[in-house]
DNA sequence: TAGCAGTGGAACAGAGCATTCCGTTCTGCT
DNA sequence: AGCAGAACGGAATGCTCTGTTCCACTGCTA
């Protein structure tokens, strides 16, 4: 075959190696739709969406619990990534938000708070979380000492923020990102010192709120039977 | 079993119909306590909650999806109730954040919102949540009308907001309406107009977040394990 | 071409759960 | 007093769901 067969990190490999390589990747993404869906979610659920059977996923992961904790672990890796990708920015509030818009359109909370009591974290997964704690506190310190974030709000309240814009969720994913950039939007204009401009002058252009804004009944999928849509 | 006592001095009858109505509202509260925090916990776990046996429960109802339905229902009047006792409240805004600050507390929104899908809806909940949804546009518009809210927002995102209060949720039930309370405070910081006292203003006294903020690694609680506490 | 990494999917074992059933207690009425 | 049965506790039942294993098969790879 003119295929060299070596381990190079190229994407695209063909053969029973890339398909492997191809698997790897189609079963993390599958189980991140499926297990932040619903965390409770059977692991089949996760092959059937990956496209690929019992075995190539048992392969790779020794059980249940090693894939969600790999999930999590990820997204604790991820959050760490962001945190430190924002410590360049000059501007403090730009820095704090910009991190939080991240970390909300990636559903990172989702993927290390609600994944979290669904397995047994390892050593190193609680010096990760000490360090995002850490270069979390000191994103939100450097906010608040530059006066741009209200006195009275402690680090952990930023916690209440991204759980809150955690729980926006509609079946839509994109729709869902659209609807928490809209709700973060909201909140942050609420938190937000009278140094951060258009504070205080709420409903200008300036902070307006973003996106589509949710239309009637868009928020009450739940109570619709399967099929039906529209309101109530 | 255990010796059943007519204490008939505090509550109700006494004798065997006493007991009874004493059950109905005991299977009740359990009901809702358990079914909040886990909209599928076992029937089991409301029994034992409610210091009761299996056929107490059923008794008074035909199953499980019943039991969900009516305590669904019950959420449903509550909220209807609550919107209607704010009417008379003249001051616009103060009815909107009354409201909404009674909803939070009782949980109403969980009640309503997260156990759906969990049974079918009858005609007359249909109705109600159409009745309800009138009067909440009706609060909604209100406080609009009068320049208290600022205009790019949407009465589904009031929606937004009882769903980002709903997600705060720590194992303490009366710590959580507190930490709900707080972020409600947050959040309402921000969706203000100009007209409302101390928007623009804040971190001053007049709209200081009220509760004692969130400690270290209070909102970690999923990752701790069972006797942990503290930090992670 | 032989061998085996990689795989799909059915089979299995067991856990969890809604619901039923049975024996018991003790009230309320005759 | 005495009886009928309302109300109950809790074990037993049968079923569904789900994590994990197993085995036959495919087609690269050496």
Chains 1, 2 share one sequence.
């Not at 969600?68 to 672990?73: A, I």
């Not at 009591?117 to 997964?125: D, I, Q, S, Y």
């Not at 942050?188 to 009944?217: K, S, W």
């Amino acid at each position: 075959m003119p295929k060299q067969t070596d381990d190079s990190g190229s994407a695209g490999l063909a053969g029973r190696r890339g398909r492997a390589a191809r698997n790897d990747a189609a079963i993390l993404d599958a189980a991140r739709e499926v297990f932040l869906a619903d965390p409770k979610a059977p692991v089949a659920a996760v092959a059937e969406r990956a496209g690929v059977g019992m075995s190539a996923l048992y392969r790779r992961y020794p059980g249940k619990e090693d894939l969600l904790r790999r999930l999590c672990h990820d997204g604790l890796r991820r959050w760490i990534e962001e945190a430190e990708a924002v410590e360049a920015e000059p501007d403090a509030w730009k820095a704090l938000v910009v991190f939080l818009e991240r970390i909300v359109d990636a559903d990172v909370h989702s993927l290390t708070v609600h994944l979290a009591g669904t397995f047994t974290p390892t050593e190193e997964m609680g010096r990760d979380a000490r360090r995002a704690a850490e270069l979390m506190g000191r994103l939100v310190e450097r906010a608040y000492a530059a006066g741009l974030l209200r006195r009275d709000l402690v680090v952990d309240d930023i916690g209440l923020v991204l759980e809150g814009c955690a729980a926006v969720r509609v079946p839509d994913a994109e729709r869902t990102r659209e609807l928490r950039r809209r709700f973060l939007a909201m909140v942050l204009a609420g938190v937000a010192g009278a140094g951060v401009a258009g504070a205080g002058v709420t409903g200008t252009g300036a902070d307006a709120l973003p996106g589509p804004a949710p239309e009637p009944g868009e928020l009450n999928w739940r109570w619709r039977r399967p099929g039906q849509s529209g309101r109530v």
